[in-house]
């Protein structure tokens, strides 16, 4: 039913910048906040940021916050990811997902989008 399709994802040089895109299908892309999520070779899948459902709030994992901006356009049914200041230890694949609910679990997530930091 719900498709989220990421993009943008490639190689850069620390420093650099990418934006990544996630264009979700289905009913009522507006009803729903919106997360991205990042794990890396061997490392649990942590949390970047979330946007709420209208985009006016928004919160970032303490490792991102400042360097990256979670942004949506619901006309277009598809959130952002703006990434600044990008490290070495920014490189992961990167997920977008659909949060079902208030008590804080996701239930749809895109097939993922490699980000690659060299030094």
């Known amino acids: 039913q719900v498709q989220l399709v990421e993009s943008g994802g490639g190689l850069v040089q620390a420093g650099g910048s990418l934006r990544l895109s996630c264009a979700a299908s289905g009913r009522d892309f507006s009803s729903y906040a919106m997360g991205w999520f990042r794990q890396a070779p061997g490392k649990e899948r942590e949390f970047v940021a979330r946007i709420s459902r209208s985009g006016g709030n928004t919160v970032y994992a303490d490792s991102v916050k400042g360097r990256f901006t979670i942004s949506r356009d619901n006309a277009q049914n598809t959130v952002y990811l703006q990434m600044n200041g990008l490290k070495p230890e920014d490189t992961a694949v990167y997920y977008c997902?659909?949060?079902?609910?208030?008590?804080?679990?996701?239930?749809?997530w895109g097939q993922g989008t490699q980000v690659t930091v060299s030094s």
């Open positions: 997902a659909r949060k079902s609910g208030s008590g804080g679990s996701y239930d749809y």
